[in-house]
């Protein structure tokens, strides 16, 4: 089984609407990060949180960790094609700050 | 700043022959950086962790003799695909960390190779 759940699996949305994107550990996240990806490309870093609670936002995208640190949403307001993409999580589980492991990833497609 | 370039970005080679892939930091020193490997519509899995100076560790499952990785560097990481098999067909991705900036395990990713083996 996968140590980081991303869901949905996939998303068609609509230009303007809103979205969320979830990732959920049963471990702790010691230092949870959002990627996107376009296809076969490499990653861009979007934001990185850290502590409980936490909530990052940059122009139309906020990400937040849960209190447990288990648990983050990648939310995006009023979405536009630039949108398009698969979203990745990475987390860092083990708390050894030696590597990351990586969610299912969401497919997002943003039609006009 | 934190850019990490791969070479070749794509490569098509018979069965059997062996690859290698590139992964250089460009504007940082990279103590250590990652191979990771990514099938059509999955995430990222982690192959191995390469440390300059010392020998890559690998993950559970990855053959070390057929990805052997050298760090010869801190700017550069190779990994060479030997005897590869069509069913090494796969995009694989670098990644560096730099200790010298703030976000203790950010890693900075390579765009990727495609690596197809006919």
């Known amino acids: 089984s996968q140590e980081l759940e991303q869901s949905p699996q996939s998303l068609i949305v609509q230009e303007g609407k809103n979205l969320t994107i979830n990732c959920t550990s049963s471990?702790?996240?010691?230092?949870l990060y959002w990627y996107k990806q376009k296809y076969g490309e490499g990653l861009i870093f979007l934001m990185m949180?850290?502590?409980?609670?936490e909530e990052k936002s940059h122009e139309k995208i906020t990400a937040k960790l849960d209190e447990k640190k288990q648990q983050s949403s990648l939310h995006i307001t009023a979405s536009q094609p630039s949108h398009a993409g698969i979203y990745l999580c990475?987390?860092?589980?083990?708390?050894?700050?030696?590597?990351?492991?990586f969610g299912t990833g969401t497919r997002l497609q943003v039609t006009l | 700043g934190a850019v990490v370039s791969q070479h070749p970005s794509w490569v098509i080679c018979k069965s059997g022959t062996s690859v290698k892939i590139e992964c250089r930091s460009l504007?940082?020193?990279?103590?250590?950086m990652f191979w990771y490997r990514q099938f059509p519509k999955q995430s990222l899995m982690l192959m191995a962790t390469?440390?300059?100076?010392?020998?890559?560790?690998?993950e559970q499952g990855v053959e070390k003799d057929k990805f052997l990785i050298n760090h010869a560097s801190l700017t550069l990481s190779t990994l060479t695909v030997t005897s590869a098999h069509p069913e090494d067909s796969s995009f694989y991705i670098c990644s560096a960390r730099d200790y010298g900036l703030a976000g203790d395990n950010e890693q900075f990713f390579g765009p990727g190779t495609r690596l197809t083996v006919l």
């Open positions: 990475g987390a860092d589980v083990s708390g050894t700050a030696s590597k990351l492991t």
């Open positions: 390469s440390n300059e100076g010392s020998k890559a560790t690998y």
């Open positions: 949180l850290q502590k409980g609670g």
């Open positions: 504007d940082f020193q990279a103590t250590t």
């Open positions: 471990k702790t996240l010691y230092g």
